[in-house]
Nanobody, 124 residues
Framework: QVQVVESGGGLVQAGGSLRLSCAASGLTFSRYGMGWFRQAPGKEREFVAGISWSGRSTDVADSVKGRCTISRDNTKNTVNLQMNSLKPEDTAVYYC?????????????????WGQGTQVTVSS
């Protein structure tokens, strides 16, 4: 079966950096768009970044633009999210998302598989 596993979350001070990783198995990884969402307490899950199956096309939410970079390695079946200049408002559970039909815009309703989430906490 499909497994999606995130890693790399943790506690960091404002202005710091974190690199989240996601490993997917049980599917033909290079045929799927990949992305990251996040959900803060009391808020809806929101899109953070997405990347096409080839890695040639990426999309980043305005809230993290210039601070976050998404990348993937199809030889390792992994996708990464590099987050810099972190702010307290970036505190959330971050989820890896897998979407077969990804075409540049990723929405939660279209995601085929989710990871279990990894907590990111940014202290002020």
């Amino acid at each position: 079966q499909v497994q999606v596993v995130e890693s790399g979350g943790g506690l960091v001070q404002a202005g710091g950096s974190l690199r989240l990783s996601c490993a997917a198995s049980g599917l033909t990884f290079s045929r799927y768009g990949m992305g990251w969402f996040r959900q803060a307490p009391g808020k809806e899950r929101e899109f953070v970044a997405g990347i096409s199956w080839s890695g040639r096309s990426t999309d980043v939410a305005d809230s993290v633009k210039g601070r976050c970079t998404i990348s993937r390695d199809n030889t390792k079946n992994t996708v990464n999210l590099q987050m810099n200049s972190l702010k307290p408002e970036d505190t959330a559970v971050y989820y890896c998302a897998v979407e077969r039909a990804y075409a540049g815009v990723m929405t939660a309703l279209k995601v085929d598989y989710w990871g279990q989430g990894t907590q990111v906490t940014v202290s002020s």
